[in-house]
């Protein structure tokens, strides 16, 4: 039952100026407004306990949850534990630093990644100055263990042999160079000069290297008829490419023949290189031109599988091409100049 509070009033009562009596008011009123003071005053606590709990879950999901998330992300990003995508927060307070930390971890991924590529290139660019050095050192070699043993007969003979020994050795010199140079930089980068060359320069180069190492070895070496044409590309370069390919006839063919044949398709100029020997089989011949690929037949041989690579790159980069071909005999390189 409602409780009340009983209040009462009274009035003088007067009549034409003579005090006749009081008036006397009595009524109820209910005690409505303090009980729910007291009851909002007893609740208040509860509310305020409500709110204060509110906030905390509010805190937890929207600050300490996504801080306790990202707590871990530095050290990893610092040990280099960049595969694992960056979750992005809804919360305004973490939004934008979440995307600022995923944007860090894709560039230090991008930059991680372009390091490793730099370092392969870098180690492959080491290693095929490294083997186009063994191809004048076997002609030193070759010429100088011919000059020991008295192999020729007359002074014109001895001075070209001579003369072949202080150009490779200049040869020798260029690489080296070229490696100091490449050690400094980050990038592999086979220079090429853009230019022409004649191909009699070219033959004859290649001739006066090979046709006396051919001899002493035995192998048939058979040029055919070209014309002194003026091919695109880097004179230098294309030796490399030559020498190469004569390095691999000789260590893998048989040393029976080298055919060397010229021919004109397309307004480009063709020669193709072919030896004698046991070709490589069709799965190998896919690879062949592939960085750091030996094919079976390399077995127990010196070599790091990058001569064919060396001589590809060369060639797109004088704007040629460079392709094989395989029959039952042998095997043969066609070099295409512009």
Same mark, same amino acid.
């Given at each position: 039952?409602?409780? =009340?509070?009983? &209040?009462?009033?009274?009035?003088?009562?007067?009549?034409?100026?003579?005090?006749?009596?009081?008036?006397?008011?009595?009524?109820?009123?209910?005690?409505?407004?303090?009980?729910?003071?007291? &009851?909002?005053?007893?609740?208040?606590?509860?509310?305020?306990?409500?709110?204060?709990?509110?906030?905390?879950?509010?805190?937890?999901?929207?600050?300490?949850?996504?801080?306790?998330?990202?707590?871990?992300?530095?050290?990893?990003?610092?040990?280099?534990?960049?595969?694992?995508?960056?979750? !992005?927060?809804?919360?305004?307070?973490?939004?934008?630093?979440?995307?600022?930390?995923?944007?860090?971890?894709?560039?230090?991924?991008?930059?991680?990644? =372009?390091?490793?590529?730099?370092?392969?290139?870098?180690? +492959?660019?080491?290693?095929?100055?490294?083997? @186009?050095?063994?191809?004048?050192?076997?002609?030193?070699?070759?010429?100088?263990?011919?000059?020991?043993?008295?192999?020729?007969?007359?002074?014109?003979?001895?001075?070209?042999?001579?003369?072949?020994?202080?150009?490779?050795?200049?040869?020798?010199?260029?690489?080296?160079?070229?490696?100091?140079?490449?050690?400094?930089?980050?990038?592999?980068?086979? %220079?090429?000069?853009?230019?022409?060359?004649? %191909?009699?320069?070219?033959?004859? =180069?290649?001739?006066?290297?090979?046709?006396?190492?051919?001899?002493?070895?035995?192998?048939?070496?058979?040029?055919?008829?070209?014309?002194? &044409?003026?091919?695109?590309? @880097?004179?230098?370069?294309?030796?490399?490419?030559?020498?190469?390919?004569?390095?691999?006839?000789?260590?893998?063919? @048989?040393?029976?023949?080298?055919?060397?044949?010229?021919?004109?398709?397309?307004?480009?100029?063709?020669?193709?290189?072919?030896?004698?020997?046991?070709?490589?089989? @069709?799965?190998?011949?896919?690879?062949?031109?592939? +960085?750091?690929?030996?094919?079976?037949?390399?077995?127990?041989?010196?070599?790091?599988?990058?001569?064919?690579?060396?001589?590809?790159?060369?060639?797109?980069?004088?704007?040629? !091409?460079?392709?094989?071909?395989?029959? !039952?005999?042998?095997?043969?390189?066609?070099?295409?100049?512009?």
């Amino acid at each position: 039952m409602r409780r =009340r509070t009983r &209040l009462e009033s009274r009035w003088y009562l007067c009549i034409e100026g003579a005090f006749k009596g009081f008036l006397r008011f009595d009524y109820e009123k209910p005690v409505f407004q303090t009980e729910k003071i007291l &009851l909002l005053t007893e609740a208040l606590p509860g509310i305020m306990g409500a709110a204060l709990l509110a906030a905390l879950l509010y805190l937890k999901a929207r600050v300490i949850g996504p801080f306790l998330r990202l707590k871990k992300l530095p050290y990893e990003l610092a040990n280099g534990q960049l595969s694992e995508k960056v979750t !992005e927060e809804k919360s305004r307070f973490y939004g934008e630093f979440m995307r600022g930390m995923s944007q860090l971890r894709n560039s230090l991924a991008s930059s991680r990644r =372009r390091h490793l590529e730099l370092e392969q290139e870098k180690k +492959t660019m080491l290693l095929s100055l490294s083997h @186009d050095i063994k191809t004048p050192l076997h002609t030193i070699r070759l010429y100088g263990k011919a000059l020991e043993e008295n192999l020729y007969s007359d002074d014109v003979q001895k001075t070209h042999a001579a003369h072949q020994i202080g150009e490779k050795a200049a040869e020798i010199e260029r690489y080296v160079e070229e490696i100091m140079k490449n050690s400094r930089e980050d990038i592999l980068d086979i %220079q090429v000069k853009e230019g022409e060359f004649y %191909q009699a320069d070219l033959m004859d =180069r290649v001739l006066d290297t090979y046709r006396e190492r051919c001899r002493i070895r035995m192998v048939d070496l058979i040029v055919g008829e070209y014309d002194n &044409l003026l091919p695109k590309g @880097d004179l230098e370069r294309a030796l490399e490419v030559f020498g190469n390919i004569f390095e691999n006839a000789f260590k893998y063919g @048989d040393e029976r023949k080298i055919d060397i044949s010229f021919y004109k398709e397309d307004y480009c100029h063709l020669i193709r290189i072919y030896n004698t020997g046991k070709p490589v089989t @069709d799965n190998e011949f896919n690879h062949i031109f592939e +960085t750091f690929f030996r094919a079976a037949n390399s077995r127990g041989m010196e070599g790091n599988g990058l001569g064919l690579y060396i001589c590809r790159e060369i060639m797109r980069r004088m704007d040629g !091409e460079i392709f094989a071909q395989k029959d !039952e005999d042998g095997m043969a390189f066609v070099l295409v100049f512009r």
